[in-house]
């Protein structure tokens, strides 16, 4: 069959099953088969990988990562979409549909706990779980490309001192060296999603790049940190109602490190964090 990537086969299909997009499972479907092309490349799809997609939608980049990989699982929550996967992904036989929700399926179980790239065009309400889950549930993934929100890439990415660094840079950087690897407008989708996309790629760290004694510690203290953003890290630590950690003892921390009692959580990198996390 003519690739979905192509338009006019998308309408057809939509049409012929008279699809009805969905809203609250974030469903935009990629038209464009060069921006496709530029994910897989991007995620280095080999005849030797397995890989997860997540939420596969009709099937449009299934298509390419079905060609360019050895094995092809991908987790689709809305049970409407299963016969148009059936029909698009015929002629392909190394490619497994699970109707299931990506935030709780066993990942391990389904792939016989062998290393994964995740590649997906994911819905963008639960970016953030999604990543994290696969981050935090040690899954064997060794990099995960993902279409996502311009602005959630560009705070995945993010390093000290700007608007957009914050929990989230920190808890991807812990895990992962992310690069955006393209910007992708809305007319790439149908329909048009109402902000910019970008893909991203993370390349999972065998080893963390900083040494934490508490991992989970350090995780509340980055949280505390920045959510109250216009307040001193001191302040924000103090009012946080972390187990043991007052003003004083962060104050004392920081004068341990040498930073100044005044300095706000945006400044601070992830070593720094760590630091600061063994010391209060
Ligand atoms: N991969 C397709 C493409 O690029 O054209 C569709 C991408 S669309 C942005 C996101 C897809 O994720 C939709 O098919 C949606 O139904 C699915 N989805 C939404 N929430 C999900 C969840 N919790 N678990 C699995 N799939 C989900």
Redesign the pocket.
Known sequence: MEK?SNPKVTIEIIQKYNFAF?KR???????DGHV?EKIIRAAEITKDDVVL??????????QYLAEAAGEVFA????KN?LPILAETLAEYDNVTVVN????K?DIAALTGGRPVKVV???????TTP?IMGLFENHIPATSITV?VQKEVAERMQAGPGGKDYGALSLAVQYYAKPEIVANVPPNC?IPRPNVGSAVIRLTRYEEPPVKVKDEKKMCSLIRASFNQRRKTLVNGLGNAGLPGITKESASAALEQMGLSPTVRGEALTLEQFAQLSDLI
């Open positions: 979905l969905q499972f974030g469903q935009n479907f990629l038209i496709i997609e997540i939420g596969p939608g009709i099937g449009t980049m299934t987790v689709e929550i809305d979409l299931e929700d990506i935030l399926v997906a065009n994911l819905p963008y309400y639960i999604i279409m989708f």
